[in-house]
Each structure stands twice: as C-alpha cells, then as structure tokens.
C-alpha cells in the first residue's frame, strides 16, 4: 500500500518563512504533487516535483528527495491569505491509470 | 471556459435514498475522477476515468457507482444512501494521467445523509 504523513497544524507569523514536510511510503513513485485548500474552497495545483531538488515559483518553493521519500514546501513572505490546508500527493500506478493519492493535509495557520 | 462543474452544491438524502452528482468538464479533458473528503482529512479516490467508455475503481468505490458516456460529463451515483456517505464530493479532471498533468477540481457537492 502506499503512505503519506504530514504534520497536522502548523503555524507562524505574517511575513516569515514556513516549511511543511511530507514522507511518503509508496510503490511506482512519478511525483510528488502539493494543493492548496481554502476552507469551504476546492483543492488547487501548486506545485510539482518529479526529480530531486527544489523548484521555485513565486513565493512558493518545493522539495523532493527521492532516496529519502521526502519533500516539502516552502512559504516565504507569508501573507494572511496563505492560511489553507496543503496537501501532499503522490501519483501512484493503479488499475487502469496512474492515480493521485494524498496525504491528510496540513493546516496552515498565519497570524499577524 | 466553465472548467469544472458540479451540482448540486449541497444534498441532504435520508438513509436508503439514492441519488446522482453531476460532473461536467468543459477542458476536452480525457482523464476524470471522484473524491471524498471527509473532515480533517485528505480526499480519498472513489472512481475514475480514463475516456469515455473506460471506468476503474479507486480506493473507497463501495457504495457508489459511474458512468463515462461522453468525454465531457463523469456522474457519479450513489445506489442506497448510508450515513457514512456524508461528505463532501469532489470531482476533478486533467489531460491525462501522467505526473506533469495538473488535476482541477470542482467546487464540491456538500452531502449528507440522515
């Protein structure tokens, strides 16, 4: 079977820098996907790593190590509406498709 | 474009009652999927597809069942409403299958069963 785990909460200041992990256990790993959620809102693509190393777009940058089945994205220059869940997903190979399977989300709480 | 539709916005069934959520996708998208999310958690595969015609099971498709006739529209059919069914329902769609294919998703059907 496949894995996710990923810190329930986590929370930090408007301005600063926050890293939210995830390791994943899984089989036929293709990436490593992560989705921002607003409460109440639907699931929205952030960001994408395949291989390992960090891909940046924006504020927004993204880690993977595959030999450590890890990886993580960072949050710099926090603003309040950065508070969302962030969910981790793997695509995985299933049936008759690949498939994305995701972890429980991390909930991100910014305060001023 | 619309993207991803879906309706209604929120159902509230009694237990034994069985109903449809819509999904519609206006992208020509070839790859179309259901979630649950229950609270507190991650979303959870039900069903998906991968073309019209072409339906497989994901991780919790006990309970449910789909349909894929044209490319466009993915319902999904809930046969016997359970408690346990209450959830919120997400439908999503991509390109296709593969890593570098960003999934969107619908706003949700808000459902539940009493």
């Known amino acids: 079977g496949q894995s996710l785990e990923q810190p329930s909460e986590v929370t930090a200041v408007e301005g600063a820098i926050v890293q939210m992990n995830c390791t994943y256990q899984t089989s036929g790993f293709y990436g490593l996907s992560w989705y921002q959620q607003h409460d109440g809102g639907a699931p929205t693509f952030l960001s994408y790593?395949?291989?390992?190393g960090l891909e940046e777009t924006g504020r927004f940058s993204s880690f993977l190590s595959r030999s450590d089945s890890y990886g993580y994205l960072l949050l710099q220059e926090l603003q309040m509406k950065d508070s969302a869940s962030y969910f981790c997903a793997v695509k995985i190979s299933s049936g008759s498709a690949r498939q994305l399977t995701f972890g429980s989300g991390t909930q991100l709480t910014v305060l001023p | 474009n619309a993207g991803v539709t879906q309706t209604p916005k929120f159902q509230v069934l009694k237990t034994g009652q069985s109903m449809t959520l819509q999904c519609a996708q206006d992208m020509n998208h070839e790859y179309m999927s259901w979630y649950r999310q229950d609270p507190g958690m991650g979303l959870r595969l039900i069903h998906y597809s991968v073309g019209a015609g072409i339906t497989d099971q994901g991780e919790v498709p006990n309970g449910y069942n789909v349909s894929r006739s044209t490319t466009e529209d993915f319902p999904l059919r809930l046969l016997s409403a359970a408690p346990s069914q209450t959830s919120v329902y997400f439908c999503?769609?991509?390109?296709?299958?593969?890593?570098?294919?960003?999934?969107?998703f619908g706003p949700g059907t808000r459902l539940t069963v009493l």
């Open positions: 999503a769609s991509s390109y296709g299958d593969s890593s570098t294919d960003t999934q969107y």
């Open positions: 790593n395949a291989l390992d």
